[in-house]
């Protein structure tokens, strides 16, 4: 499976947000407006050994994999000391089609999930031995998984729990070392506090909006997000999962059990607040992930402590789970990497971010024909895509959000002002009726269309346009509308610019 992972890694396109973030690789900045830094500097490290391809950007999302099932496997001995049920937790793993295959491509959620484990691990570890500075190695890796992703904060209950609900809560109250751990943990998200301090907690205002968004009660949220922890986790092993889930919590809040407790709780306590979420607002599709390994730990755990006489229904059931979802995996691989058919159109999730380097090697041709320097966007996925593919042998400049590029190197100045420049735009985005343009006063020259094709259907169309007689703001102040996320956070910053009719195809190109 390893193997099948590392040929998918090489052989698919690389998605737009991978290439966004192999662009912060390039910097030297302490954290992002998006996410912390942790997936930059791993991509740094990679590429920096195997070079900026598919598999040096990817290679993190695959040794984490192998990461993350090896703290599994031990947990789960450690707990049961059972070898079918370490194989059990680790086959899980692999029958879902996020870890099996989809983990392969690199995203802040690749480097959280090793780490949240790792944070797992210490703690059970604390449990076995009763050595309070297993708490240190814990704080450790808390302090790591939060330069990772935000969501990792969605844990803490759950370690609260392993601490105060166990008997020995009146000892570790006592005792220097979680506190001592929590200093850690804190020591170690200093680069994401110090960068915010100095971008007044843009970050933290952000990711705020976001938590905060209120929008109608819709279902259909709802079902979208069900329905992709059914396709990603798997149809037979979600069900399977969640059911040992809810055993498992049973009897560790029962029987005061400390694992029990730690590895239900971060599956249960996460898992309720993102399906309350989804009613209101579209859960991103890896948002959930970092919480299904130990749900695969807990499935494995509860078969070991089964008795025999509902031992071998669960078992049948995880195999059924296991068999079929390796099966599904095997079957999404090959669709990907060798199938030449469509069968979803301009909705098929590899296509609808695949077929990007056409468009770069028009934009190139375009520089060339037209004698133009530079090339600008308003859209930060087709900014990473022309990078990606031009490997900075011409500027690339996202002339809005620039919030986005916060202590980015700037690109040679001489080589965008006074000259000419080539505008590449997904349409509608280069519609006349875009707020953004009163603003952005460039001459626009139409010059082609180029469509962005997957399998022979057309998945979106692309505009070139010449751009003169204007120079992108690169540093434009917070206030500004170049700026970015103000859209998201000041809402009333810019009231003539929100309530203009075309606002919503601007949202849309930029959010």
């Known amino acids: 499976?390893?193997?099948?992972?590392?040929?998918?890694?090489?052989a698919i396109d690389l998605r737009t947000d991978e290439a966004y973030y192999w662009t912060w690789s390039k910097e030297n900045v302490l954290s992002f407006l998006d996410h912390p830094p942790m997936i930059a500097w791993l991509i740094r490290l990679s590429t920096a050994v195997f070079g900026d391809t598919n598999l040096g950007v990817r290679l993190p999302g695959i040794l984490a994999m192998l990461a993350t099932q090896g703290l599994l496997a031990d947990i789960v001995w450690r707990v049961t000391r059972d070898f079918r049920a370490v194989v059990i937790?680790?086959?899980?793993m692999e029958a879902s089609l996020y870890f099996g295959l989809l983990m392969s491509k690199v995203s802040p959620d690749v480097a959280l999930i090793p780490f949240v484990m790792a944070m797992a691990w210490a703690l059970v570890r604390l449990a076995e031995s009763n050595d309070g500075r297993w708490w240190l190695a814990a704080g450790t890796f808390a302090g790591l998984a939060s330069l990772s992703k935000f969501t990792c904060v969605l844990l803490l209950p759950a370690v609260l729990a392993f601490m105060f609900v166990p008997r020995w809560r009146g000892r570790w109250l006592r005792s220097p070392y979680p506190w001592v751990a929590a200093l850690i943990a804190l020591a170690l998200f200093l680069p994401v506090l110090i960068w915010n301090m100095q971008h007044g907690w843009a970050s933290f205002r952000f990711q705020f909006v976001r938590v905060v968004a209120t929008h109608p009660w819709s279902l259909r949220t709802l079902g979208e997000f069900i329905g992709l922890q059914l396709g990603l986790v798997g149809f037979v092993l979600l069900p399977v999962?969640?059911?040992a889930v809810v055993l498992t919590a049973g009897r560790g809040y029962r029987r005061l059990d400390a694992v029990a407790i730690l590895l239900s709780t971060a599956v249960i306590l996460p898992l309720l607040y993102l399906v309350w979420k989804s009613l209101r607002l579209r859960i991103g599709?890896?948002?959930p992930m970092f919480i299904w390994p130990f749900g695969f730990a807990a499935a494995a755990i509860n078969l070991a402590m089964q008795p025999d006489s509902r031992r071998r229904s669960f078992a049948r059931w995880a195999h059924v789970a296991i068999v079929s979802g390796v099966a599904f995996v095997v079957a999404v691989f090959l669709y990907s990497v060798a199938a030449p058919w469509n069968l979803i159109g301009r909705t098929d999730p590899i296509g609808r971010e695949a077929g990007y380097e056409p468009i770069a090697r028009h934009a190139e041709a375009e520089l060339k024909k037209t004698g133009a320097t530079w090339i600008a966007t308003t859209d930060y996925r087709t900014y990473s895509m022309l990078r990606w593919f031009l490997r900075d042998r011409v500027?690339?400049?996202?002339?809005?959000?620039?919030?986005r590029y916060i202590g980015f190197r700037q690109p040679d100045m001489s080589r965008i002002k006074g000259h000419a420049g080539?505008?590449?735009?997904?349409?509608?985005?280069?519609?006349?009726?875009?707020?953004?343009?009163p603003v952005i006063t460039a001459t626009r020259e139409p010059l082609e269309r180029v469509n962005r094709v997957w399998r022979g259907t057309v998945m979106d169309t692309y505009a070139l346009e010449k751009f003169t007689g204007w120079t992108p703001q690169l540093s434009p102040p917070p206030d500004s509308p170049l700026f970015r996320w103000y859209l998201l956070a000041g809402a009333g910053v810019f009231p003539a610019l929100l309530s203009h009719p075309d606002f919503m195809i601007s949202a849309r190109s930029i959010g």
């Open 1 to 10: 499976m390893t193997a099948l992972r590392l040929i998918y890694a090489s």
């Open 241 to 243: 999962v969640l059911a």
């Open 89 to 92: 937790a680790v086959s899980m």
């Open 395 to 403: 500027p690339v400049v996202q002339i809005n959000e620039r919030g």
């Open 285 to 287: 599709d890896t948002w």
């Open 422 to 437: 080539i505008y590449v735009a997904r349409e509608p985005d280069n519609n006349p009726g875009n707020p953004l343009w």
